[in-house]
């Protein structure tokens, strides 16, 4: 049997693309992560949700749904879950109206402590051969990217 040929239709970039590194990164870090936050019975969502909260207390649903890249809708549903868990409150917001702003409760700070865990082990793993300089660099070159196609901008 020969072996398989492969034929361009195009010129090949020498180095792969660096969105398409980006997306792979992604896709096996969520792989990974999805299966961790399983085993402590949260969602990357609900992981999001919790985290961002922990940063800064008191947003709405509508605010955690821009964050988290989900529909208002599906932030809903999210956040009535995590209520409905006592891993969050929701009070009325100091100015009035119908608006709802969450708060992390001990138990949910406690449940992501321990989802923080997992998430400390993944990138472990990936980080292994990665020193302190190279890390630096792109902590701060994803954050440039992030920024740079941020919508509104």
């Keep these: 049997m020969s072996p ?12 792969p693309r660096l969105s398409y590194l980006v997306f792979r990164l992604e896709r096996r870090v969520r792989a ?10 949260v969602t990357t969502t609900e992981y999001m949700a919790l985290s961002e909260l922990r940063t800064r207390d008191g947003l709405s649903s509508a605010e955690l749904a821009r964050i988290a890249f989900v529909t208002p809708q599906a932030m809903n549903l999210v956040i009535r879950d995590l209520e409905r868990r006592g891993l969050i409150r929701r009070d009325p917001h100091p100015d009035g109206g119908r608006v709802l702003c969450a708060s992390l409760t001990d138990s949910g700070l406690s449940v992501l402590r321990r989802c923080d865990d997992s998430l400390d082990a ?3 793993i990936m980080l292994a051969t990665v020193d302190d300089t190279v890390r630096a660099a792109m902590r701060e070159g994803l954050t440039l990217c992030a920024r740079a196609l941020r919508p509104g901008d």
Excluded at 4 to 15: K, L, Q
Excluded at 32 to 41: F, I, K, N, S
């Design 32 to 41: 990974r992560l999805d299966d961790a936050l399983a085993g402590h019975g």
């Design 122 to 124: 993944i990138e472990k």
């Design 4 to 15: 398989r040929r492969t034929r361009r239709t195009a010129e090949a970039p020498s180095e």
